[in-house]
């Protein structure tokens, strides 16, 4: 990071940069879940089936997980407004397509375009977030970012179901435009160049290695969770392919001089501790996150708005507590956060894993409430540690690692989930004596749907034995002439 560029005299306008990057940033997590409640109106719009449906989330995720590992290179390569602009851009213009989609394959395209402004976006929040503003304060700004990223995904659900009663699924793309409009404006006005553009060598292999290796298997677990489950012969290839690609990619990257992105990151022990935590909470996130929706509206027979409204209060709570764990984060380090809080999450999900058709609204908002602060005492402060331990030439590759990994970690988790829950439901139906009886429809749901909380909990258990592992990193390097 040395260089004419980085004097100590470099003052940045920090407020409106930030600014900037959470209101896109915010616009861009709030239509990732805002479909969810959606897909059950969109498959008799547009007549597909829950699996095809599933695509919009999975083709969304996919190409998180294939660009996002590019992002590294794409900060050394174009400035901090480039590729704000160019990320901006195409959220406008993939929420544009989205909202005038007359079918399903125009509207999977739209997602793809989406999620092609979200990919650029997110690393690049990580990052000038980390290069603005001084590790002793990192906490609070982090806390920031996990207030957006929390909320959108956590009123998205709501506000879409209230959408979708009123006016029609097009809607939820029609409300995000001139939000995406006034952050593309505000960042033209405000958003600065922090980083260096150093244009390190690009390496095709490296390239084609990475997208192979992390769409196959974002690919092959999401269609896991499809009919042919995990013994599909896509499934196994497309894991199979995955893997093979990854190990290549791995040994390519230490061997090159210029790896375009730097798995030395992991020589740094609490780096690795905190890429494991942020994996296992997105797992046990995005796939509670799906199957406790999907159970309110199928199990309990709730409306999309009201199933959205009982997950609000824990999303608002998950949301609020992110600025303070960043504050408490920056005040006593990660440890005393981290732990209780997979103390947590494996307590709610043990009580989720006993939800019935009968459990009442108390419950699952007392729940649904409990699970949110614990994750906010494990995400925020697992990461920023991690990132804290790594020498400032490694944050792009440090932030591209936990970026994508927590893509692939929620298609991972998802998969998981929809395949344990449609698993037990199968296996509940082999013990009744009248499997064609819709009576037992239900029944056999919920029980599939305990095995998948249960499946959590064990996750969260896992999370909590690497914890103990946890130390507190003092940054050695101060962000140099970062801020005045």
Not at 158 to 168: K, Q
Not at 282 to 300: K, N
Not at 310 to 333: A, E, H, Q, V
Not at 440 to 469: D, E, K, R, S
């Amino acid at each position: 990071m040395q260089g004419k560029k980085q004097t100590p005299e470099r003052k940045f306008k920090t407020i409106p940069i930030l600014v900037s990057l959470l209101l896109a940033g915010f616009i861009g997590m709030f239509s990732e879940t805002a479909l969810n409640v959606a897909l059950t109106d969109l498959m008799q719009v547009l007549n597909i089936t829950p699996t095809t449906a599933q695509w919009l989330t999975t083709a969304y995720l996919l190409t998180l997980g294939i660009l996002v590992p590019i992002s590294g290179l794409l900060l050394q390569w174009f400035t901090t407004r480039q590729l704000f602009i160019a990320a901006v851009s195409f959220s406008i213009l993939g929420t544009f397509l989205a909202a005038i989609s007359p079918s399903f394959e125009f509207l999977l395209t739209a997602r793809v375009v989406q999620a092609m402004g979200t990919a650029l976006l997110l690393p690049l929040m990580f990052n000038t977030i980390l290069l603005i503003i001084p590790a002793e304060k990192r906490g609070g700004a982090m806390g920031l970012i996990g207030l957006v990223i929390m909320v959108a995904p956590a009123i998205g659900p709501t506000i879409a179901g209230l959408l979708i009663e009123s006016l029609s699924w097009h809607w939820i793309f029609w409300l995000s435009l001139p939000f995406l409009v006034a952050a593309l404006i505000f960042g033209i006005l405000f958003m600065q160049n922090v980083s260096e553009v150093t244009k390190p060598k690009i390496d095709a292999l490296s390239i084609l290695l990475s997208s192979l290796g992390f769409g196959g298997i974002v690919y092959g677990f999401s269609s896991a969770g499809e009919e042919a489950g995990w013994g599909s012969p896509k499934v196994i290839i497309a894991i199979a392919i995955g893997v093979v690609a990854l190990v290549l990619f791995a040994v390519r990257q230490l061997t090159m001089k210029q790896p375009m992105i730097n798995l030395r990151a992991f020589k740094y022990p609490m780096f690795t501790v905190g890429v494991l935590m942020v994996f296992i909470c997105m797992m046990v996130i995005l796939s509670s996150m799906l199957i406790l929706p999907m159970y309110l509206q199928q199990g309990q027979g709730y409306t999309a708005f009201k199933a959205g409204l009982l997950l609000l209060p824990g999303g608002i709570i998950n949301g609020l507590m992110s600025p303070i764990m960043g504050r408490l984060f920056d005040k006593y380090g990660p440890k005393w956060l981290v732990i209780p809080g997979l103390v947590i999450v494996a307590v709610s999900l043990w009580f989720f894993s006993s939800i019935t058709p009968t459990s009442t609204v108390v419950f699952v908002i007392v729940l649904h409430s409990a699970l949110m602060i614990g994750i906010s005492m494990i995400m925020m402060p697992a990461q920023t540690n991690g990132i804290n331990q790594l020498p400032l030439q490694y944050y792009p590759d440090g932030t591209a690692i936990m970026n994508t990994l927590q893509q692939v970690a929620g298609a991972i988790g998802t998969a998981l989930a929809v395949s344990i829950m449609t698993a037990g439901s199968k296996s509940f139906m082999k013990t009744v004596t009248n499997p064609a009886d819709p009576i037992n429809i239900v029944p056999a749901f919920t029980h599939g749907v305990q095995n998948a909380f249960i499946f959590g909990m064990i996750m969260a258990i896992v999370g909590l034995v690497v914890a103990f592992f946890l130390k507190r990193v003092i940054v050695q390097h101060k962000a140099q002439g970062m801020m005045h």
